[in-house]
């Protein structure tokens, strides 16, 4: 095959992969700072998507510009979440955590079902065919548009953890969380604040996604794997890590679904996991311990 055609293939993939990154950003944000695994985090991200799905068909809003008030009201309820349902499981063992999410990824999932059936559900946007024909590079205007977006959101998110007074707290808070107890820090209301912007990026990223796949309540539990591969390759609690992961799982999933076969994919995703966790146990942007 030429070279354009690989090259074609790499550019869809990455763009893709910036929204995998969205998404795995919100898990790596909760995970470094609360120290917690959010089992649920693909259903939220479904979620997002029928969200999406209904602000598009019933009032013609489209998903890109549904990403902000989706954002807003999951930034809402990952705090609210926090503050009253997961903050007491904070300090249990794992396994209860883990009980406590798993239970309401299932619950999730089995309403997303009895509202919308296990029907794909797509939103058919008038630019969906539409592309950018660069030289000899053809490239998907809606995946040229989700990137952007999932860019856009990702850098005020660092911005915000940079520059602001409310994200250095964020950031005293994971690193040292009885220093940041000892000098006054709300460390609670810190903790929701931070599961409320982890979920704000999920709620963003389905939006995204609605996009580029059909919503499905069976989708759920393959994002929730997707984001854990994510962070994992790119290094726990790291937030450039999780962008460039999802790059990389993004590339190699769009290699294998046009050099193989759709179904490849997942595999490919694993055996550059497997890699990972062979050679660089940290992940790619992960410090060693």
Not at 99 to 128: C, E, K, Q, T
Not at 140 to 164: E, G, I, N, P, Q
Request: with cysteine; aromatic share 12%.
């Amino acid at each position: 095959m030429p070279l354009d055609f690989y090259v074609t293939v790499a550019l869809q993939g990455t763009l893709t992969g910036l929204v995998y990154g969205l998404m795995a950003l919100g898990l790596s944000v909760i995970f470094g700072v609360v120290r917690l695994v959010n089992f649920a985090h693909g259903e939220f991200a479904v979620v997002a998507m029928y969200l999406a799905f209904v602000l598009f068909v019933g009032w013609g809003l489209d998903p890109l510009l549904a990403m902000a008030p989706i954002a807003l009201c999951f930034f809402g309820l990952g705090y609210l979440l926090q503050r009253h349902a997961i903050d007491p499981f904070v300090g249990r063992p794992e396994h209860e955590q883990f009980i406590l999410l798993v239970g309401l990824a299932i619950v999730l999932v089995n309403g997303m079902l009895m509202v919308f059936g296990p029907d794909l559900r797509h939103a058919n946007l008038p630019y969906a065919f539409d592309s950018y024909l660069v030289g000899p590079i053809l490239i998907d205007k809606v995946r040229v548009y989700a990137a952007a977006a999932a860019l856009a959101v990702s850098a005020m998110l660092f911005a915000f953890f940079r520059f602001s007074r409310t994200g250095t707290a964020i950031r005293a808070c994971a690193d040292n969380l009885t220093g940041a107890a000892v000098v006054g820090l709300d460390v609670k209301h810190l903790y929701a604040l931070t599961f409320g912007i982890g979920m704000a990026c999920v709620g963003a990223a389905g939006a995204l996604m609605i996009v580029l796949a059909d919503a499905t309540p069976m989708l759920a539990p393959a994002f929730t794997l997707l984001a854990f591969t994510i962070v994992i390759v790119g290094g726990m609690g790291s937030m450039t890590g999780a962008l460039v992961a999802g790059v990389a799982i993004g590339v190699s999933e769009a290699f294998a679904s046009f050099l193989l076969a759709p179904s490849m994919k997942s595999m490919f995703s694993f055996a550059l996991l497997i890699a990972v966790l062979l050679f660089r146990p940290q992940g790619l942007m992960g410090k060693r311990a």
